[in-house]
């Protein structure tokens, strides 16, 4: 019955196609290749091929109208249009339209960049996915599983280009589809062959009130499919047959339109006579079998066509029958295996003499059905060279023959996969330099989103990953104010397209202040087109630091100049003064009508002021030794009770001599004074510092007293000198300790101003601390503490000093001097001691004379002398009687002679000039 009434059906629209053409206006999408798109001006395509058919089978005349989905439905809603040639298998769709049957499906696959982690459909779930289809959208959307981010674009190479720019982790969309535009467009970082991802079937779409037109177009599609039209087609756009792209003829009711079909019959029986139809019948023969000739010459065009085609595609293409004969095969297949066609062509593939094992394995195994297998392969060709390839095995069935047919599809990516290795290789190694840099680092798009940043950056703003500012602009992460600076920067840059440098103070995350030099400059492309733009920022903090301080000392060191120009004239005075005293006192001792008593005052004048310019030479020596750290500690054990009772002693002379009656001078001793503590450390700088603060207290005090001693805390001795005089005013608190400064003024006081100076360095070469507490007008006190060891300090009875009057008639003192006045002064200062002297005018004589006398007790050493220096004679003489003592004296300042002197062999030290008591002293130490 089906039979008859597609005669009648076919009979009656040839019939009619006699009269005059239907003109249907069919609704086609605006660019779905290779189902419908447009090329070369011409709308071509998979369902465009079908439509042809149907028109030529049922005599209609077509027009193509173009638009997408949602404006094709109005259209069709609104009557303007008479059917819709795309519309997918939905509950949506069947329940608004009359869909046909199925006429072909499209495949869905997932597209991603080569370096992507994604294997599988299920691994898309908490991705970035941009994909074209609404329906695969609402499915997805509704899929409680998907927890990534979805975006739905107009066409499909929106969607690879968000692929591209990295907006999308991965991209789903015809399988076809895809292929076609990464080739034409040349992604070359998306990965080819997709995941297959989903099939779905598509049918023509025809209006609720429109069944007799979908009856037609039902049948039409069973008839391109028992005659094979469809078979060539399919195989024409998709290189197989897939027969189950038409099912089974929708169940609908005909006994209407064959009703209709045969009162259309008995009208036309009516109007045509039975001649008529017998020539209609032969007419309609012949043309049946022209078309037939025509479409098998059209084959046949197409099969040369299809194989010039497979031919000079670069993609190895091979297909297989139920028996492995290959049945297809192109150049880039035969390269690869190094085989002619014609002794592969219908043959089984000799296994043996391929030349690598993967595609031996790969052209045998056995798919469980007809989905598509896809394998990421590396294999040998012919010449041994080792390529890699994307390739796709996929089954079909013919429609005709049922006969299966495996096809093996392979891209050649070999050069591409070397390429994105080469270019991981260079990205890897900018990213490692970038990241070693110590500066800030990071660049922007266009858009001014980040696109990435160094590891200092990321460590600066404590990110934990490029999640948390990468796609971000400054005000996704900055505050307002910065985030508005920023941008203000960014921006001059892109429309100026000028690089900026600019300095501002940054706070990192541990709430420090850093100061940040930026340099932004604007990112170009070979095409002169700016891109975005990088930022560099280096830390100028110390330099900004160091150049503060280079200012302060620049300031500091004016100042400086100025005090040591008023140092140098008072330092001038100073030296002028006492000397003065000597040279004309001097000139008045030759007067012979001078008295005694003037002479004695004269002497005693000069003395004094010898003594006053001894002391402003040794200040002076010793700040050039501080300020060349040349002061030597020398320490050794000596009594701290006993070096008060001397200095007090000392200065009282200094205290009547300045005229400072007025003033007490007092020591303070804790404990037993009686009982000896003994101290490790240097007694010399320890003496002179002390020396130094009880003369400045005594310069600046009128009346009252000054006292000095020492004290204890739990861990430390305290030397403290405590006055009531003047005090010290605040403006010079601060520069107290300063060079060349005394706080008041040196013309009204006097000195040199070096005293607290040399002090404070001398107590902190000693490793101990100096400091002060004062009361302007009542009065100050300076202390100095050095930490105590409970080895530093013992007890022990005192020791009765000597008189200070000598018997040394039976001794023998050689006196090695080159000097005769020194040699004369030495003499002088012995005379009442009854010892005998022995002069030695240099160090060769005084060799000489010590081998020659047994008799002598005591030598006194000059260092400096002509033919043998102190040092060479000392070793000599000791070489000859190791039991001589040899009191070393010398002129030099410098801090290494007494350990020089020791060493050598003296057995004490002596510096000039050389006091007659301290002399004598020492010499009753060692006789």
């Known amino acids: 019955m089906r039979r008859i009434f597609l005669f009648i059906l076919f009979f009656t629209s040839l019939n009619l196609a006699q009269a005059e053409k239907q003109k249907l206006r069919v609704g086609i999408r605006s660019n779905y290749p290779p189902y419908e798109f447009t090329s070369n001006e011409r709308i071509i395509g998979f369902n465009i091929d079908i439509l042809n058919q149907l028109s030529d089978l049922f005599s209609y005349d077509l027009e193509f109208v173009k638009g997408e989905k949602e404006t094709l439905q109005q259209m069709l809603d609104s009557g303007r249009i008479d059917f819709i040639s795309f519309c997918f298998q939905s509950q949506e769709n069947k329940a608004d339209y009359n869909l046909s049957i199925p006429y072909n499906m499209v495949s869905f696959g997932i597209y991603i960049p080569y370096q992507s982690s994604i294997q599988h459909p299920q691994d898309i779930m908490p991705y970035k996915v941009s994909l074209r289809n609404e329906l695969l959208y609402e499915m997805m959307r509704n899929n409680k599983k998907f927890a990534g981010h979805l975006t739905l674009r107009r066409s499909q190479n929106q969607c690879l280009q968000d692929v591209m720019n990295g907006d999308a982790d991965a991209a789903i969309i015809s399988s076809l589809s895809g292929k076609y535009l990464i080739e034409r467009h040349n992604y070359k970082m998306i990965k080819v062959p997709p995941i297959n991802f989903k099939n779905l079937q598509y049918s023509f779409a025809f209006s609720k009130t429109n069944d007799s037109l979908l009856v037609q177009f039902n049948e039409g599609l069973n008839i391109l499919r028992e005659t094979g039209t469809y078979n060539r087609i399919y195989q024409k756009w998709f290189g197989e047959v897939h027969p189950k792209q038409i099912k089974e003829t929708k169940s609908v009711i005909y006994w209407p339109y064959y009703v209709l079909s045969l009162i259309i019959v008995v009208l036309i029986m009516l109007f045509l006579n039975q001649r008529r139809k017998y020539a209609y019948l032969k007419h309609l023969k012949t043309k049946e079998i022209e078309i037939r000739h ?75 059905d007809q989905s598509a297998l896809n394998y990421h392969m590396k294999l040998v060709d012919t010449n041994s060279r080792m390529r890699t390839f994307d390739l796709t095995k996929r089954k079909i069935k013919k429609a005709t023959s ?61 990110f934990k990953s490029e999640k948390e500012f990468v796609g971000k602009t400054d005000y996704n992460i900055f505050d307002e104010k910065r985030a508005k600076e920023y941008k203000r920067t960014d921006q001059e840059i892109l429309n100026t397209k000028e690089r900026i440098e600019l300095s501002s103070w940054e706070t990192d995350e541990k709430g420090k202040k850093i100061l940040y030099d930026t340099l932004k400059v604007p990112i170009i492309d070979h095409n002169g087109e700016l891109t975005g733009i990088v930022g560099i920022s280096r830390d100028i903090t110390q330099q900004a630091d160091i150049q503060r301080q280079l200012h302060r000392a620049k300031s500091k060191a004016e100042e400086s100049d100025k005090l040591k120009t008023i140092f140098l004239t008072n330092l001038s005075h100073e030296i002028r003064t006492p000397l003065n005293s000597i040279i004309g006192f001097s000139d008045l001792l030759t007067d012979p009508d001078l008295t005694d008593d003037q002479r004695e005052e004269f002497t005693e004048l000069i003395s004094k002021s010898g ?48 005229h400072k009656h007025a003033v007490s ?45 020492y004290r204890f805390t739990e861990d430390e001795i305290v030397f403290f000198v405590k006055d009531t005089g003047l005090g010290i005013s605040e403006q010079d608190k601060a520069h107290i300790f300063e060079h060349y400064n005394s706080g008041k003024s040196i013309e009204q006081f006097g000195g040199s101003g070096l005293g607290l100076s040399i002090s404070k360095k001398l107590v902190e070469i000693l490793g101990g601390k100096i400091d002060f507490t004062t009361d302007e007008l009542k009065g100050s006190e300076f202390f100095f503490s050095f930490p105590l060891d409970k080895h530093d300090t013992s007890h022990d009875t005192a020791r009765t000093e000597l008189a200070e009057t000598y018997d040394w008639s039976d001794i023998q003192i050689l006196v090695a001097e080159d000097e005769q006045n020194n040699f004369m002064f030495i003499k002088e200062a012995l005379k009442n001691t009854g010892a005998k002297i022995i002069w030695a005018e240099d160090g060769q004589k005084a060799v000489e004379e010590a081998q020659r006398n047994p008799k002598i007790d005591l030598v006194l050493m000059d260092i400096k002398m002509p033919k043998l220096n102190g040092y060479e004679a000392t070793k000599q003489i000791k070489k000859i009687r190791s039991d001589l003592p040899i009191i070393a004296q010398t002129a030099y300042a410098m801090s290494d002679e007494k350990d020089l002197s020791l060493q050598a062999g003296c057995d004490e030290y002596l510096t000039k000039p050389i006091r007659p008591k301290k002399l004598l002293k020492k010499i009753n130490q060692l006789l």
């Open 294 to 368: 025509n479409a098998e010459k059209t084959l046949y065009d197409y099969q040369l066509i299809v194989e010039g085609m497979v031919d000079t595609l670069p993609h190895i293409i091979v297909a297989q029958d139920e028996d492995k004969k290959i049945r297809l095969v192109n150049k880039a297949f035969l390269q690869l295996i190094g085989q002619p066609k014609d002794e592969i062509l219908n043959k089984k593939i000799d296994t043996k003499s391929l030349p690598d094992k993967n595609l031996i394995s790969l052209l045998e195994h056995e798919g469980d």
């Open 665 to 709: 001078l007092e020591y303070y001793i804790p404990g037993n004074e009686d009982q000896a503590l003994y101290f490790e450390h240097d007694d010399f700088r320890i003496r002179q510092v002390l020396s130094n603060l009880i003369k400045n207290a005594l310069k600046y005090t009128n009346k009252g007293e000054v006292k000095f001693g």
């Open 611 to 658: 003594a006053s310019l001894l002391t402003l030479v040794d200040d002076i020596i010793d700040l050039s030794k501080i300020e060349a750290n040349q002061i030597q500690i020398n320490k050794n054990r000596f009594n701290i009770n006993q070096m008060l009772v001397d200095l007090h002693e000392a200065i009282e002379e200094n205290r009547d001599a300045a």
């Open 402 to 462: 049922k006969e299966i047919i495996s096809i093996l599809v392979g891209i050649d990516i070999t050069e591409r996969e070397q390429q994105g290795e080469a270019l991981r290789q260079e990205k890897a190694l900018l990213t490692s330099l970038i990241n070693s840099i110590p500066d800030l680092i990071f660049y922007k798009d266009r858009t001014l989103k980040y696109m990435g940043a160094n590891n200092a950056f990321k460590a600066f703003n404590n």
